[in-house]
């Protein structure tokens, strides 16, 4: 083997095994992270039944948590979408996918704003249900925001031409926290819209 050869190799090898070594720490960090935070929504969802037992009011609006559920994992999809579209290379494809995930994010931002106006005034903040709402709708409010931030971020890079294949930790990295944001939503809509027995805020409040 030539001695250019042996340098080329070397280096390879040399940054290759870095760059693996840095990705796989990446995704370590970014596990580690959904795994505090999947405990810290745990702790908040199991409040709900110490705060306000198992009594939902019934003025909450079923249709729209349910539409904001639906609208969360179908950008979802939208947002594997775009880390498929990255991996092969497809730019322009990975760049649609991630602007129609931040549309949808807006639209779930929407729907939840329009929710505590409604339920400001059935079940305020200070009553016992309107406690654990707005205090569990509020914190997921804040990661989706951040989701929006992450992904916005991630879409200027990607019209930049910054990913590729075996490039695209932007991407996966933000899809990823995207999945978990949709996720905790999965467990935090039951818990808030379905659990329990549908009751008149005034009398249970």
């Given at each position: 083997?030539?001695?250019?050869?042996?340098?080329?190799?070397?280096?390879?090898?040399?940054?290759?095994?870095?760059?693996?070594?840095?990705?796989?720490?990446?995704?370590?960090?970014?596990?580690?992270?959904?795994?505090?935070?999947?405990?810290?929504?745990?702790?908040?969802?199991?409040?709900?039944?110490?705060?306000?037992g198992t009594d939902r009011p019934d003025a909450l609006i079923q249709e729209l948590?349910?539409?904001?559920?639906?609208?969360?994992?179908?950008?979802?999809?939208?947002?594997?979408?775009?880390?498929?579209?990255?991996?092969?290379?497809?730019?322009?494809?990975?760049?649609?996918?991630?602007?129609?995930?931040?549309?949808?994010?807006?639209?779930?931002?929407?729907?939840?704003?329009?929710?505590?106006?409604?339920?400001?005034?059935?079940?305020?903040?200070?009553?016992?249900?309107?406690?654990?709402?707005?205090?569990?709708?509020?914190?997921?409010?804040?990661?989706?925001?951040?989701?929006?931030?992450?992904?916005?971020?991630?879409?200027?890079?990607?019209?930049?031409?910054?990913?590729?294949?075996?490039?695209?930790?932007?991407?996966?990295?933000?899809?990823?926290?995207?999945?978990?944001?949709?996720?905790?939503?999965?467990?935090?809509?039951?818990?808030?819209?379905?659990?329990?027995?549908?009751?008149?805020?005034?009398?249970?409040?």
């Amino acid at each position: 083997m030539a001695m250019t050869d042996l340098i080329h190799a070397d280096l390879h090898e040399r940054y290759g095994t870095k760059a693996y070594s840095s990705l796989t720490m990446h995704r370590l960090g970014l596990w580690l992270f959904i795994i505090s935070d999947a405990f810290f929504f745990t702790a908040l969802i199991s409040s709900r039944y110490f705060v306000s037992g198992t009594d939902r009011p019934d003025a909450l609006i079923q249709e729209l948590g349910l539409a904001l559920t639906a609208v969360l994992l179908l950008s979802s999809l939208s947002a594997y979408r775009s880390e498929v579209a990255a991996s092969h290379g497809d730019t322009e494809g990975a760049k649609r996918w991630i602007m129609i995930t931040i549309i949808a994010g807006f639209v779930f931002l929407g729907g939840v704003v329009f929710e505590w106006y409604e339920a400001f005034h059935d079940f305020p903040p200070g009553s016992g249900f309107g406690t654990t709402f707005f205090t569990l709708t509020g914190i997921h409010t804040t990661h989706v925001i951040s989701g929006i931030i992450l992904l916005a971020f991630v879409y200027r890079r990607a019209a930049k031409g910054e990913y590729g294949p075996g490039h695209y930790w932007g991407v996966e990295g933000a899809a990823k926290y995207w999945h978990f944001v949709d996720l905790a939503w999965v467990f935090i809509y039951p818990t808030l819209y379905l659990v329990g027995e549908s009751v008149e805020m005034g009398a249970h409040g």
